[in-house]
C-alpha cells in the first residue's frame, strides 16, 4: 500500500475519519494532529532520521513521501 500525507486544516472536521479510512484500507497515514513524536507537529525525522545527510535528488525524492 501506500504512505500517504493526508494535507488538511486544523478545522477540518472530516479529518479524523479520513486518516481512519485510509488505514482500514491498509495505507500508512501520517497524522500531523497526533505525529508519532512527541512534539506536535511533522518532522522531517519522521520521513528519515537522516535528512540532514541527503543529497538534493534524495531531497526531491523525500518530498514525495509522506
Not at 512534539?39 to 523525500?62: C, I, L, S
Request: glycine residues 6%; contains cysteine.
Amino acid at each position: 500500500m501506500a504512505k500517504i500525507y493526508v494535507a488538511s486544516s486544523w478545522r477540518n472536521q472530516y479529518f479524523p475519519e479520513v486518516v481512519k479510512r485510509l488505514r482500514e484500507y491498509g495505507h500508512e497515514v501520517y497524522d500531523f494532529r497526533n505525529p508519532p513524536h512527541d512534539h506536535g507537529a511533522f518532522m522531517w525525522k519522521d520521513v528519515d532520521p537522516d535528512f540532514d545527510k541527503w543529497t538534493v535528488d534524495e531531497y526531491k525524492q523525500g518530498c514525495g513521501t509522506f
